[in-house]
């Protein structure tokens, strides 16, 4: 059964450097979204994206995140300068499309630390 | 603002017997959708079962179904025949439509089922 994949599965990186995530979504799905969890908390939406667009983002989601699908493969999270408050699991997730309460299939998560 | 509560962080049961996990949410609205995800250690969050608001109907997915009760703000998941393989965080979530899909997750139930 088709997954979403996600890499790397751990990063590490000092404060103020710049990461990118990755998420590979389901192959026929068009609709991309990221979540983040901050240790202890909630399953929190980053933002949603659809047709090179972002479609939602929510107040979390500032100017040092960007996202992007730079081939018809990839979707990518990109923390500008990362910040200890950055230190968290990251879910990717993708819907077959954007029916009201479409189920979103996610990936395995990358957990980011931030030093 | 939506929030979704989950009042029992962790639960246990025994093989072969049924546990309930709750879930209340906050909202204005009238028409939304509510799931619950399961995530097995070191897995992705997969869909167990999901509700329609407009639906008075229970939703039902074999061994899993749904106790929802629309004015009360209760959507709990009732778990029959417990299996090993239950053994999981579960999640539950409420979906607004047209925000972009977004989820509002509560903050899991670790459920461990004994042998």
């Known amino acids: 059964e088709p997954e979403v994949t996600q890499t790397p599965s751990h990063q590490v990186t000092q404060m103020g450097q710049e990461v990118i995530l990755r998420c590979v979504p389901i192959?026929?799905?068009?609709?991309f979204y990221w979540y983040r969890q901050i240790l202890g908390q909630k399953v929190e939406f980053l933002v949603s994206f659809y047709n090179n667009e972002i479609s939602e983002k929510s107040e979390i989601f500032d100017d040092q995140f960007s996202v992007e699908r730079p081939d018809g493969s990839n979707f990518t999270l990109k923390i500008r300068s990362t910040k200890l408050e950055d230190s968290a699991m990251y879910f990717c997730?993708?819907?077959?499309?954007?029916?009201?309460?479409?189920?979103?299939?996610f990936g395995p998560g990358t957990r980011l630390t931030v030093t | 603002a939506q929030t979704v509560t989950q009042s029992q962080p962790e639960m246990s049961v025994q093989e072969a017997e049924t546990v309930t996990l709750s879930c209340t949410y906050d909202t204005s609205e009238n028409n939304y959708y509510l799931f619950w995800y399961k995530q097995p250690p070191s897995r992705q969050m997969i869909l167990v079962i999901r509700q329609e608001a407009y639906k008075q109907q229970n939703a039902t997915e074999n061994r899993f179904s749904v106790n929802f009760q629309k004015a009360a703000k209760s959507f709990s998941l009732k778990i029959s025949d417990s299996q090993l393989g239950d053994t999981a965080m579960y999640f539950c979530a409420f979906m607004k439509p047209w925000t972009g899909n977004q989820f509002y997750f509560g903050t899991g139930t670790s459920l461990t089922v004994i042998p």
């Open positions: 997730a993708s819907s077959e499309d954007g029916r009201e309460g479409c189920e979103q299939y």
């Open positions: 192959s026929n799905h068009l609709y």
